[in-house]
């Protein structure tokens, strides 16, 4: 299925250094079943990659210097491991130079690469191709290098990446469940200690789809940053008050409410949400080992209305998008997904009804915002893999 996307990347690659790759990666995006902005407040969260991938061609090469191609954007960029390198003007390039230095700091030793990349995961959309991109590097790295990093390592180089030379103080989720995911299953991973199970997704007669609002964000400008700021602002109050709880998952909606007049309503309200929404990470990880899908979807429509009008993360196509899909007969829950202002929402559906919903929906949107919506029916897949011949199927 990724085949189309692997020639051309191998296409790309001829083009851009005028010879064959020799090993071919694939990194893949990532959906939310549940627990959004959780993950950088003790969280627990569930996720699964999917099968839209970042493909990367390589080859290793005999000098210190690593060049890519960027196809989708048209786009090159070379820079010696020998140097210490710092943020350039091109936001694609930071999420690797990130990885890089990330690594070199730790003294691993890294030589001399030619990639080509190319994507199917839409980028801006909320299906993470930014941890796809950070952690697929980092896997090259350490498979080609014989780093010996673990995948843990591997999806914390990605999320370090992204703090120090993108600028976005995002969570563990994304790089995580692209490194860690598995075909079927879905990821129920403690954002604190970063343990992890799996499990069935057990949604049968029913389907996950995602409906893309196609308003692009990125998290460098979105508000993401200003909403962690609310919620460590929030957290400083509730530990100077409640100094002997551990964890921020620990406090009750009763200690925030002490802590309120101090920490101002909008951190009130941010952390309300957020110990909310992790009790009901904890729910819905039963109701979906349990197949209870009713319940499930109930809990989305909650996270829902939390993101739009407690963490303020969603905005008018995306409440638009998701009030019409919950009003559709066969509409378990709905809500948007990821970090929000803009992006797509998660949809729980009964499969006698996808095909009708999709077209009344897709109609509403277009006749209220004069926007095509995009319709992903993703299926839950392997983590970053190298891809081998007559070997890999996806
Ligand atoms: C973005 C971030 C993640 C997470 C989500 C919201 O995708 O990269 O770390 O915070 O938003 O759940």
Redesign the pocket.
């Known amino acids: 299925m990724q085949e189309k996307l692997i020639n051309y990347t191998r296409e790309a690659f001829q083009s851009a250094f005028g010879s064959q790759a020799e090993r071919i990666f694939l990194a893949p995006g990532?959906i939310?079943i549940i627990?959004?902005?959780?993950?950088?407040s003790d969280g627990f969260?569930l996720p699964a990659a999917i099968d839209k991938h970042i493909c990367f061609a390589v080859k290793k090469t005999k000098d210190s210097k690593i060049s890519f191609f960027a196809k989708d954007f048209n786009d090159s960029f070379s820079f010696d491991v020998t140097e210490k390198q710092t943020p350039v003007s091109q936001t694609w390039v930071n999420y690797l130079l990130g990885v890089f230095n990330a690594i070199q700091e730790s003294g691993k030793e890294i030589g001399g690469l030619e990639i080509a990349f190319s994507s199917t995961i839409p980028m801006g959309s909320?299906l993470?191709s930014?941890?796809a991109l950070e952690c697929g590097f980092a896997y090259i790295l350490n498979e080609i290098f014989d780093l010996d990093l673990t995948k843990k390592e591997l999806s914390l180089i990605g999320?370090k990446s992204?703090h120090t030379f993108v600028g976005?103080k995002?969570?563990?989720?994304?790089?995580f469940s692209s490194v860690f995911g598995k075909e079927h299953q879905v990821i129920m991973l403690d954002c604190n200690s970063l343990d992890h199970q799996y499990f069935e997704a057990n949604i049968e007669g029913c389907s996950l789809v995602l409906f893309d609002s196609c308003v692009k964000h990125t998290?460098l400008t979105s508000g993401?940053n200003d909403r962690r700021n609310d919620v460590d602002n929030g957290k400083k109050i509730l530990w100077k008050k409640f100094p002997e709880i551990e964890k921020f998952r620990d406090f009750t909606i009763e200690m925030l409410d002490d802590a309120r007049a101090e920490m101002g309503e909008i951190s009130h309200k941010r952390c309300y949400y957020l110990l909310k929404e992790i009790k009901r990470v904890e729910k819905a990880a039963k109701a979906l080992s349990e197949g209870d899908l009713d319940y499930l979807g109930q809990l989305l429509n909650e996270t829902h209305s939390g993101l739009s009008t407690e963490f303020e993360?969603s905005c008018n196509e995306l409440d638009f998008m998701v009030e019409e899909t919950s009003k559709e007969l066969g509409v378990l829950g709905a809500r948007m997904?990821?970090?929000?202002f803009g992006g797509c929402s998660i949809n729980l559906i009964k499969d006698e009804n996808v095909d009708i919903v999709i077209e009344n929906i897709s109609a509403k949107y277009k006749a209220a915002f004069n926007i095509e919506m995009k319709v992903y029916r993703v299926k839950i897949s392997d983590g970053i893999n190298e891809y081998k011949e007559n070997e890999f199927v996806i």
């Open positions: 990532r939310n627990g959004e902005h959780v993950d950088y969260v909320g993470s930014s941890a999320q992204e976005v995002c969570g563990i989720m994304d790089q998290h993401y993360v997904m990821g970090g929000g």
